[in-house]
């Protein structure tokens, strides 16, 4: 008698699953999240001067030429200046735009806010400062598909807001990827 019961029981619950693994495919997408896609960029430098850079993005398809998304970023650095070692925590964040153009040909826009560390040297005492940095960014890339949902970006782009502080020299070039989620 236990080992009928065992085998209803075992065949009950390949019924459900063989039912739930057949219903799978008429469940319908969630619009939302298939336009939706993730990435960003990494930095890495190792010497004299040290820097490490984390820029995660995240995106929303509007149409199929037009996505905007919001970015983060985080870099620490660390080098000599003034004979003192600088070591600096930057940190903001982003919006950004991207129209495609043709194939996959872009053209892009983003406006930053970031909050920098730095050291100013009054009479040989030196000062550790913060202060607000904001970046607009314009030009355009190139992005190549590597798989159904994922892509390769590189973006050459000019900051129109540069100033003393700004932590970039144009041109900006930027390689990153994307996934879509």
């Given at each position: 008698?236990h080992l009928l019961n065992r085998i209803?029981?075992?065949?009950?619950?390949?019924?459900?699953?063989?039912?739930?693994?057949?219903?799978?495919?008429?469940?319908?997408?969630?619009?939302?999240?298939?336009?939706?896609?993730?990435?960003?960029?990494?930095?890495?430098?190792?010497?004299?001067?040290?820097?490490?850079?984390?820029?995660?993005?995240?995106?929303?398809?509007?149409?199929?030429?037009?996505?905007?998304?919001?970015?983060?970023?985080?870099?620490?650095?660390?080098?000599?200046?003034?004979?003192?070692d600088f070591v600096s925590n930057m940190?903001?964040?982003?919006?950004?735009?991207?129209?495609?153009?043709?194939?996959?040909?872009?053209?892009?826009?983003?406006?930053?806010?970031?909050?920098?560390?730095?050291?100013?040297?009054?009479?040989?005492?030196?000062?550790?400062?913060?202060?607000?940095?904001?970046?607009?960014?314009?030009?355009?890339?190139?992005?190549?598909?590597?798989?159904?949902?994922?892509?390769?970006?590189?973006?050459?782009?000019?900051?129109?807001?540069?100033?003393?502080?700004?932590?970039?020299?144009?041109?900006?070039?930027?390689?990153?990827?994307?996934?879509?989620?």
């Amino acid at each position: 008698m236990h080992l009928l019961n065992r085998i209803i029981i075992i065949t009950f619950l390949f019924g459900i699953s063989y039912s739930a693994m057949s219903q799978k495919d008429s469940i319908p997408k969630n619009p939302f999240k298939d336009k939706l896609y993730t990435g960003g960029g990494l930095g890495l430098q190792i010497g004299d001067y040290t820097l490490i850079q984390v820029s995660p993005i995240l995106g929303y398809n509007i149409t199929e030429n037009l996505s905007v998304g919001i970015g983060a970023t985080y870099q620490y650095t660390k080098y000599r200046q003034y004979n003192y070692d600088f070591v600096s925590n930057m940190y903001g964040g982003s919006i950004f735009g991207r129209y495609i153009i043709w194939r996959s040909i872009f053209a892009y826009a983003e406006d930053e806010l970031l909050n920098i560390e730095y050291r100013e040297q009054v009479n040989n005492i030196i000062y550790k400062k913060r202060t607000n940095v904001n970046s607009l960014f314009v030009g355009g890339g190139v992005r190549q598909l590597v798989g159904e949902n994922s892509a390769m970006v590189l973006m050459l782009l000019w900051n129109l807001n540069e100033t003393p502080y700004t932590p970039y020299n144009n041109p900006i070039i930027r390689i990153g990827f994307e996934i879509g989620l």
